[in-house]
């Protein structure tokens, strides 16, 4: 059984910072591209970042770059989101999710409050 479990959500303050950690079990993240997706209210889920097999490849979101950093390690089977900056915008549940083709897995997500 495949899982992806989020942590490290919260409520934090305009300009504050957060780290986000997706466990997974059941894969071998190596083999897979793992990607933060995020969904506001009566939003669609959008992509936050991604980063390829083996971390050759990142790619941020416009509205992220420069503030949040994607990384991997796969010896821990573990993704992890820094998030920097933080404003308003940034408030959604965030989701984890492992892709490599046709398999397509997501975390429960993880919710960031950014409010003063």
């Known amino acids: 059984q495949v899982r992806l479990v989020e942590s490290g959500g919260g409520l934090v303050q305009p300009g504050g910072s957060l780290g986000l950690s997706c466990a997974a079990s059941g894969i071998m993240i190596k083999s897979y591209t793992m990607g933060w997706y995020r969904q506001a209210p009566g939003k669609e889920r959008e992509l936050v970042a991604n980063v390829s097999r083996a971390g050759g490849t990142t790619n941020y979101a416009p509205s992220v770059k420069g503030r949040f950093t994607i990384s991997r390690d796969d010896n821990k089977n573990t993704m992890y989101l820094q998030m920097n900056s933080l404003n308003t915008d940034d408030t959604a549940a965030y989701y984890c999710?492992?892709?490599?083709?046709?398999?397509?897995?997501w975390g429960q997500g993880t919710q960031i409050t950014v409010s003063s």
């Open positions: 999710n492992a892709y490599r083709w046709p398999e397509n897995y």
